[in-house]
Protein backbone atom coordinates (compact mmCIF):
# COMPACT_ATOMS: atom_id res chain seq x y z
CA UNK A 1 0.00 0.00 0.00
CA UNK A 2 1.97 2.92 1.36
CA UNK A 3 5.32 1.09 0.54
CA UNK A 4 4.89 1.12 -3.57
CA UNK A 5 6.80 4.04 -5.13
CA UNK A 6 2.92 5.48 -4.94
CA UNK A 7 0.05 4.23 -3.09
CA UNK A 8 -2.07 1.81 -5.06
CA UNK A 9 0.61 0.88 -7.71
CA UNK A 10 1.30 -2.56 -6.55
CA UNK A 11 -2.10 -3.01 -6.49
CA UNK A 12 -3.57 -2.44 -2.85
CA UNK A 13 -4.85 0.86 -1.34
CA UNK A 14 -5.84 1.13 2.44
CA UNK A 15 -9.41 1.39 2.83
CA UNK A 16 -10.91 2.50 6.04
CA UNK A 17 -12.99 -0.68 6.75
CA UNK A 18 -10.07 -2.62 7.02
CA UNK A 19 -8.75 -1.26 10.15
CA UNK A 20 -12.37 -2.53 11.43
CA UNK A 21 -12.09 -5.95 9.63
CA UNK A 22 -8.40 -6.62 11.16
CA UNK A 23 -9.64 -5.64 14.80
CA UNK A 24 -12.47 -7.90 14.61
CA UNK A 25 -10.58 -10.95 13.51
CA UNK A 26 -8.49 -10.63 16.71
CA UNK A 27 -5.17 -8.78 15.73
CA UNK A 28 -3.87 -6.47 18.49
CA UNK A 29 -1.59 -4.19 15.92
CA UNK A 30 -0.88 -3.44 12.05
CA UNK A 31 2.77 -2.59 10.90
CA UNK A 32 2.42 0.10 8.60
CA UNK A 33 5.71 0.02 6.05
CA UNK A 34 6.44 3.76 4.02
CA UNK A 35 8.63 4.94 1.42
CA UNK A 36 8.83 8.37 2.71
CA UNK A 37 12.16 8.65 0.45
CA UNK A 38 9.50 8.77 -2.92
CA UNK A 39 7.63 11.65 -1.35
CA UNK A 40 10.79 13.72 0.36
CA UNK A 41 12.60 17.05 -1.78
CA UNK A 42 15.59 16.01 -3.86
CA UNK A 43 17.34 18.55 -1.78
CA UNK A 44 18.04 19.48 1.93
CA UNK A 45 16.34 19.25 4.16
CA UNK A 46 14.11 17.15 2.37
CA UNK A 47 10.86 18.14 3.25
CA UNK A 48 7.91 15.39 2.87
CA UNK A 49 5.23 16.02 0.57
CA UNK A 50 2.47 17.66 3.09
CA UNK A 51 -0.42 15.42 1.06
CA UNK A 52 1.52 12.21 1.86
CA UNK A 53 2.28 12.96 5.02
CA UNK A 54 -1.51 13.72 5.73
CA UNK A 55 -2.47 10.44 4.27
CA UNK A 56 -0.44 8.24 6.03
CA UNK A 57 -1.46 10.19 9.64
CA UNK A 58 -5.16 9.30 8.28
CA UNK A 59 -4.18 5.84 7.94
CA UNK A 60 -2.35 5.52 11.54
CA UNK A 61 -5.30 7.47 13.01
CA UNK A 62 -7.78 5.07 11.94
CA UNK A 63 -6.41 2.10 13.36
CA UNK A 64 -5.35 3.97 16.53
CA UNK A 65 -9.46 4.53 16.47
CA UNK A 66 -10.04 0.97 16.26
CA UNK A 67 -7.76 0.28 19.07
CA UNK A 68 -5.15 -1.19 16.69
CA UNK A 69 -1.59 -0.66 17.54
CA UNK A 70 0.86 0.89 14.68
CA UNK A 71 4.56 0.25 13.58
CA UNK A 72 5.36 2.89 11.47
CA UNK A 73 8.33 2.71 9.99
CA UNK A 74 10.36 3.43 6.74
CA UNK A 75 10.27 0.96 4.53
CA UNK A 76 12.36 0.90 1.20
CA UNK A 77 15.02 3.72 1.70
CA UNK A 78 16.69 2.38 -1.49
CA UNK A 79 18.69 5.21 -1.90
CA UNK A 80 20.21 4.19 1.79
CA UNK A 81 20.99 0.81 1.39
CA UNK A 82 22.81 1.77 -2.07
CA UNK A 83 24.55 4.82 -0.77
CA UNK A 84 24.38 5.11 2.77
CA UNK A 85 26.88 7.89 3.86
CA UNK A 86 25.28 10.19 0.77
CA UNK A 87 21.74 9.54 2.52
CA UNK A 88 22.32 9.20 6.43
CA UNK A 89 21.34 13.32 6.81
CA UNK A 90 18.62 12.29 4.74
CA UNK A 91 16.79 9.53 7.09
CA UNK A 92 17.34 11.73 10.14
CA UNK A 93 15.57 14.47 8.39
CA UNK A 94 12.89 11.87 7.90
CA UNK A 95 12.57 10.84 10.98
CA UNK A 96 12.70 14.47 12.55
CA UNK A 97 9.35 15.35 10.21
CA UNK A 98 7.93 12.09 11.46
CA UNK A 99 8.33 13.06 15.06
CA UNK A 100 7.17 16.24 15.09
CA UNK A 101 3.75 15.27 12.75
CA UNK A 102 3.34 12.27 15.53
CA UNK A 103 4.03 14.22 18.48
CA UNK A 104 1.18 14.50 19.76
CA UNK A 105 -0.03 10.46 18.73
CA UNK A 106 -1.55 8.07 20.58
CA UNK A 107 0.50 5.78 22.90
CA UNK A 108 -0.89 3.09 20.59
CA UNK A 109 1.64 4.10 17.73
CA UNK A 110 4.99 2.69 18.02
CA UNK A 111 8.45 3.54 15.60
CA UNK A 112 10.48 1.35 13.81
CA UNK A 113 13.68 2.83 12.63
CA UNK A 114 14.17 1.06 9.49
CA UNK A 115 13.36 -1.87 7.34
CA UNK A 116 16.13 -4.53 6.70
CA UNK A 117 19.08 -2.22 6.33
CA UNK A 118 21.34 -4.96 3.73
CA UNK A 119 23.51 -4.84 0.43
CA UNK A 120 26.17 -1.09 1.19
CA UNK A 121 25.00 -0.27 4.74
CA UNK A 122 26.41 -3.15 6.87
CA UNK A 123 25.63 -4.14 10.14
CA UNK A 124 28.49 -2.33 11.24
CA UNK A 125 27.33 1.26 9.60
CA UNK A 126 23.72 0.53 10.63
CA UNK A 127 24.42 0.22 14.22
CA UNK A 128 26.82 3.17 14.72
CA UNK A 129 23.78 5.03 13.35
CA UNK A 130 20.95 3.64 15.59
CA UNK A 131 21.80 5.69 18.77
CA UNK A 132 21.73 8.93 16.81
CA UNK A 133 18.22 8.08 14.91
CA UNK A 134 16.70 7.53 18.61
CA UNK A 135 18.15 11.07 20.05
CA UNK A 136 16.25 12.35 16.83
CA UNK A 137 12.89 10.64 18.00
CA UNK A 138 13.59 10.98 21.90
CA UNK A 139 13.44 14.59 21.83
CA UNK A 140 9.73 14.80 20.91
CA UNK A 141 8.80 11.32 22.03
CA UNK A 142 10.89 10.19 25.49
CA UNK A 143 8.71 7.30 26.14
CA UNK A 144 7.28 5.73 22.71
CA UNK A 145 8.36 2.69 21.92
CA UNK A 146 11.31 1.99 19.05
CA UNK A 147 11.78 -1.09 17.16
CA UNK A 148 15.05 -1.91 16.03
CA UNK A 149 16.30 -4.70 13.51
CA UNK A 150 20.03 -5.65 13.04
CA UNK A 151 21.59 -5.95 9.45
CA UNK A 152 21.56 -8.68 6.62
CA UNK A 153 18.04 -7.83 5.74
CA UNK A 154 16.65 -8.20 9.99
CA UNK A 155 17.69 -11.62 9.58
CA UNK A 156 17.43 -13.96 13.01
CA UNK A 157 21.64 -14.04 12.98
CA UNK A 158 21.95 -10.54 12.57
CA UNK A 159 19.91 -10.03 16.35
CA UNK A 160 23.07 -11.28 17.83
CA UNK A 161 25.82 -8.30 17.11
CA UNK A 162 22.18 -5.75 17.45
CA UNK A 163 23.76 -2.74 19.42
CA UNK A 164 21.50 -0.71 20.86
CA UNK A 165 22.15 2.07 24.05
CA UNK A 166 21.49 0.21 27.08
CA UNK A 167 19.74 3.35 28.98
CA UNK A 168 16.91 3.04 26.75
CA UNK A 169 14.18 0.64 28.24
CA UNK A 170 12.18 1.33 25.59
CA UNK A 171 13.35 -0.44 22.79
CA UNK A 172 12.40 -3.33 20.73
CA UNK A 173 14.81 -5.74 18.96
CA UNK A 174 13.36 -7.32 15.89
CA UNK A 175 14.20 -9.80 12.82
CA UNK A 176 12.29 -11.08 9.82
CA UNK A 177 11.58 -15.15 9.64
CA UNK A 178 11.20 -16.18 5.83
CA UNK A 179 13.02 -19.48 6.04
CA UNK A 180 13.34 -22.04 4.50
CA UNK A 181 13.53 -19.27 1.86
CA UNK A 182 12.80 -21.92 -1.03
CA UNK A 183 9.82 -22.62 0.48
CA UNK A 184 8.62 -19.22 1.14
CA UNK A 185 9.86 -17.57 -1.97
CA UNK A 186 9.27 -19.92 -4.53
CA UNK A 187 8.19 -18.29 -7.99
CA UNK A 188 8.77 -14.81 -6.21
CA UNK A 189 9.82 -13.00 -9.22
CA UNK A 190 10.90 -9.80 -7.54
CA UNK A 191 13.86 -12.14 -6.41
CA UNK A 192 15.41 -12.79 -9.97
CA UNK A 193 17.13 -13.87 -11.55
CA UNK A 194 17.51 -16.80 -8.67
CA UNK A 195 13.55 -16.96 -8.53
CA UNK A 196 13.14 -20.25 -6.48
CA UNK A 197 11.19 -23.25 -8.13
CA UNK A 198 7.65 -24.01 -7.30
CA UNK A 199 6.54 -27.27 -6.04
CA UNK A 200 8.62 -27.23 -3.02
CA UNK A 201 6.66 -28.54 0.07
CA UNK A 202 7.11 -28.01 3.77
CA UNK A 203 8.59 -29.84 5.33
CA UNK A 204 10.89 -30.28 2.65
CA UNK A 205 13.47 -32.21 4.67
CA UNK A 206 13.02 -33.93 8.04
CA UNK A 207 15.69 -31.36 9.82
CA UNK A 208 13.81 -28.23 8.73
CA UNK A 209 11.86 -28.12 11.38
CA UNK A 210 14.64 -28.21 14.18
CA UNK A 211 16.55 -25.79 12.52
CA UNK A 212 13.99 -22.93 12.46
CA UNK A 213 13.42 -24.29 16.15
CA UNK A 214 16.88 -23.71 16.70
CA UNK A 215 16.92 -20.01 14.99
CA UNK A 216 14.15 -18.73 17.53
CA UNK A 217 15.96 -20.37 20.68
CA UNK A 218 19.11 -18.47 19.51
CA UNK A 219 17.05 -15.25 19.44
CA UNK A 220 15.83 -15.84 23.06
CA UNK A 221 18.94 -16.77 24.27
CA UNK A 222 19.58 -13.23 22.84
CA UNK A 223 16.48 -11.89 24.28
CA UNK A 224 16.71 -12.85 28.00
CA UNK A 225 20.59 -12.55 28.03
CA UNK A 226 19.73 -8.73 27.31
CA UNK A 227 16.87 -8.10 28.66
CA UNK A 228 15.13 -6.94 25.32
CA UNK A 229 11.32 -7.79 24.28
CA UNK A 230 11.33 -9.34 20.53
CA UNK A 231 9.58 -8.59 17.94
CA UNK A 232 9.30 -10.79 14.91
CA UNK A 233 8.52 -7.73 12.12
CA UNK A 234 7.68 -10.22 9.29
CA UNK A 235 6.82 -13.88 8.39
CA UNK A 236 4.49 -15.01 5.67
CA UNK A 237 5.14 -17.69 2.31
CA UNK A 238 4.07 -16.53 -0.71
CA UNK A 239 1.46 -17.57 -2.93
CA UNK A 240 2.65 -19.77 -5.43
CA UNK A 241 3.72 -22.41 -2.82
CA UNK A 242 0.81 -25.01 -1.98
CA UNK A 243 -1.87 -23.91 0.02
CA UNK A 244 -1.93 -26.74 2.46
CA UNK A 245 1.79 -26.17 2.73
CA UNK A 246 1.40 -22.38 3.09
CA UNK A 247 -0.85 -23.39 6.05
CA UNK A 248 1.26 -25.85 7.68
CA UNK A 249 4.48 -23.63 7.66
CA UNK A 250 2.32 -20.45 9.30
CA UNK A 251 0.89 -22.71 11.94
CA UNK A 252 4.65 -23.93 13.18
CA UNK A 253 5.82 -20.51 12.86
CA UNK A 254 3.12 -19.56 15.04
CA UNK A 255 3.81 -21.74 17.49
CA UNK A 256 7.41 -21.00 17.64
CA UNK A 257 6.83 -17.22 17.98
CA UNK A 258 4.59 -17.98 20.88
CA UNK A 259 6.47 -20.85 22.58
CA UNK A 260 9.40 -18.32 22.80
CA UNK A 261 7.45 -15.27 24.03
CA UNK A 262 7.42 -13.08 21.01
CA UNK A 263 5.48 -10.76 19.71
CA UNK A 264 4.39 -10.71 15.58
CA UNK A 265 3.42 -9.24 12.78
CA UNK A 266 2.42 -11.87 9.65
CA UNK A 267 3.84 -10.12 6.26
CA UNK A 268 0.88 -9.27 4.76
CA UNK A 269 -2.57 -8.39 4.78
CA UNK A 270 -4.09 -8.63 1.04
CA UNK A 271 -1.42 -8.69 -1.63
CA UNK A 272 0.60 -11.78 -2.51
CA UNK A 273 1.19 -13.49 0.68
CA UNK A 274 -1.75 -12.39 2.13
CA UNK A 275 -4.14 -13.67 4.86
CA UNK A 276 -7.26 -11.29 3.75
CA UNK A 277 -8.57 -11.37 0.49
CA UNK A 278 -9.11 -7.81 -1.23
CA UNK A 279 -11.87 -9.27 -4.22
CA UNK A 280 -14.07 -11.82 -1.76
CA UNK A 281 -13.24 -8.85 1.00
CA UNK A 282 -13.22 -12.15 3.54
CA UNK A 283 -10.27 -13.82 5.46
CA UNK A 284 -8.39 -16.84 4.18
CA UNK A 285 -9.58 -18.94 6.85
CA UNK A 286 -7.24 -21.74 6.94
CA UNK A 287 -4.40 -18.71 7.32
CA UNK A 288 -5.88 -16.77 9.87
CA UNK A 289 -6.79 -20.09 12.02
CA UNK A 290 -2.82 -21.10 11.81
CA UNK A 291 -2.13 -17.61 13.06
CA UNK A 292 -3.94 -18.61 16.19
CA UNK A 293 -4.99 -15.00 16.86
CA UNK A 294 -7.70 -15.48 18.58
CA UNK A 295 -5.95 -18.07 21.10
CA UNK A 296 -2.96 -15.67 21.33
CA UNK A 297 -5.26 -12.93 22.00
CA UNK A 298 -6.79 -14.80 25.10
CA UNK A 299 -3.53 -15.66 26.17
CA UNK A 300 -2.25 -12.24 26.57
Not at 93 to 102: G, H, K, L, M, V
Not at 178 to 185: G, R, V
Not at 229 to 238: A, D, L, M, N, T
Request: aromatic residues 12%; charged residues 25%.
Amino acid sequence: MLEAPAEGEWGAKFRDHYAARIQEAGFQHVRLPVRWSAHTAEDAPWEIDQAFMDRVRHVVDTCVNHELAVVLNVHHFNEMYEAPDANREKLKSIWRQISEEFSDASPLLCFELLNEPHDQLTGEMWDAMIPGLIRIIREKHPRRPIVVGGGSWNSHDSIHTLKLPGDDRMLIATFHYYLPFAFTHQGAPWVAPNIPPTGRGFPHEAKERQEMADHFAAVRAWSEKNDRPVYVGEFGSFSKADQADRVRWTKYVTTLIRENGFSSAYWEFCSGFGAYDPQQETWRAELLEALSVTAARRAD
